[in-house]
């Protein structure tokens, strides 16, 4: 199995920016697509962005195309949200998660593909 730790988080005012990182430790990394979610308070737990094996085939939740970019370097186990633009609106606890594929370019969208999750590190965004 692969283990996730999320950082990166914080307060930051609205318009600035944050980089989110999770790493992975245990299996080989370059076998799992990764996505990360999101869940603001009282709301539930909504995709962001999602990525490949190979690290193409990223994929947004519509309302975040633009501002937020998913990336990953399978060399250091570790896939990066850059979240840019902040708003207000996107105050919540972001999770990684990830599952193994076969497929080099497949990913998911949807929270029940995944079966490995991190603890989430929360993001605040003041006005």
């Known amino acids: 199995q692969v283990q996730l730790v999320e950082s990166g988080g914080g307060l930051a005012q609205a318009g600035g920016s944050l980089r989110l990182s999770c790493a992975a430790s245990g299996r080989t990394f370059s076998n799992y697509a990764v996505g990360w979610f999101r869940q603001p308070p009282g709301k539930e737990r909504e995709f962001v962005a999602a990525?490949?094996?190979?690290?193409?085939?990223?994929r947004y939740a519509d309302s975040l195309k633009g501002r937020f970019t998913i990336s990953r370097e399978n060399a250091k186990n570790a896939v990066d949200l850059q979240m840019d633009s902040l708003e207000p609106e996107d105050t919540a606890l972001y999770y990684c998660a990830a599952v193994e594929v076969s497929s080099q370019v497949i990913n998911f969208i949807l929270a029940w593909a995944y079966n490995y999750w991190g603890q989430g590190t929360q993001v605040t965004v003041s006005s």
């Open positions: 990525i490949s094996r190979s690290g193409g085939m990223p």
